[in-house]
């Protein structure tokens, strides 16, 4: 692919100007999160974000796995063994604890920030931290070798950086959502998609790569505004009353219907032409 970005633990490309593919890269340690990946997952995305051209961004693991979640070893020295040395006072662990988690946790929720859809592709294990990150992507696929599991509690803590608020709400099923977190058993695709985590899975990793880009150039080929506007609307909607979130559409509404992709869109559908929109 063109454009490679390779940083400590995440790389950047670009299948083609409006598809941006992030993958996790530990790939001998099945991906797992280590501090310079929550890191630069935020600075990915916001950089990203920034991008004129993309469209649809694909999130996915490089290797074996999607991602198995938080590093222990490195989360022991640089956050357990980080804030253990800070201070004797509890007060002031509590307080660095808090800054650590809101970094966490904003880098978990880049996917959902990022205006642009986010198919994840996930193969192999996706553990913990894994089902945070996915949980924030617009869209969930899968390979029929998927292993899930909330895994917080076999290491002793519930789940903090953004299970129990996103997992829950994409699914539905509040005693499966439960079960799961109180247990940590893993399921695989075939469970996840009848639980609505994922919308389709794939027999192999290889054509579930196929399958996300092919999705990515589809969602690509439409107009980025609409796109923009439908992100925004879906997540305020996911948060929100049906009254709140009618009220919203409408006044984001009073801006996007002047934009040039409804003509441009319009006349393209009834010419049966593929319509050609500027970059945003
Ligand atoms: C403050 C809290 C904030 C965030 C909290 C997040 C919550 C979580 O994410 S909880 C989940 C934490 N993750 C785990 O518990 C998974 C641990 N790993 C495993 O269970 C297994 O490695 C596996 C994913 C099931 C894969 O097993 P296998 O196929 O047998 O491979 P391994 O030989 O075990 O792994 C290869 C290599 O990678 C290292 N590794 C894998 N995952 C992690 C990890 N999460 N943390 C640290 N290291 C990991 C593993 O130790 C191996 O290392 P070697 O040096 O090659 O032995």
Redesign the pocket.
């Known amino acids: 692919m063109e454009n490679t970005h390779t940083f400590e633990a995440i790389q950047l490309e670009f299948s083609q100007p409006e598809i941006a593919v992030v993958s996790l890269n530990r790939p001998?340690?099945?991906n797992?999160?280590n501090w310079a990946m929550f890191e630069e997952l935020t600075t990915v995305f916001d950089h990203i974000n920034s991008l004129r051209d993309v469209r649809v961004v694909i999130l996915k693991g490089n290797g074996?796995?999607f991602t198995?979640?938080?590093?222990?070893?490195?989360?022991n020295e640089k956050?357990?063994g980080k804030v253990d040395e800070h201070s004797e006072d509890v007060g002031r662990k509590a307080i660095l604890?808090h800054k650590?988690?809101k970094i966490?946790q904003d880098s978990m929720t880049s996917p959902e920030k990022c205006r642009m859809p986010v198919i994840a592709a996930i193969h192999g294990?996706c553990?913990?931290?894994?089902l945070?990150l996915s949980s924030a992507c617009d869209i969930r696929l899968a390979s029929k070798c998927a292993?899930f599991?909330i895994?917080?509690v076999?290491?002793g803590?519930a789940?903090?950086?953004g299970?129990l608020q996103r997992f829950p709400k994409v699914v539905g099923n509040d005693a499966w959502c439960r079960e799961l977190a109180y247990t940590s058993r893993i399921f695989g695709a075939e469970e996840a998609l009848e639980n609505g985590l994922i919308s389709h899975y794939y027999e192999d990793k290889e054509i579930l790569f196929d399958e996300a880009l092919r999705l990515a150039k589809l969602i690509a080929s439409k107009s980025p505004v609409a796109l923009v506007g439908y992100k925004e609307g879906l997540n305020f909607s996911r948060d929100h009353t049906i009254e709140d979130g009618l009220k919203h559409v409408r006044t984001v509404n009073t801006a996007l219907l002047q934009s040039e992709d409804n003509m441009i869109a319009a006349m393209a559908l009834l010419s049966k032409e593929v319509p050609k929109f500027s970059k945003l």
């Open positions: 001998k340690k099945h797992a999160m074996k796995s198995s979640g938080l590093d222990i070893m490195d989360a956050i357990f604890y650590i988690l966490l294990y553990v913990g931290g894994g945070d292993k599991t895994k917080e076999d290491i803590l789940a903090d950086i299970s």
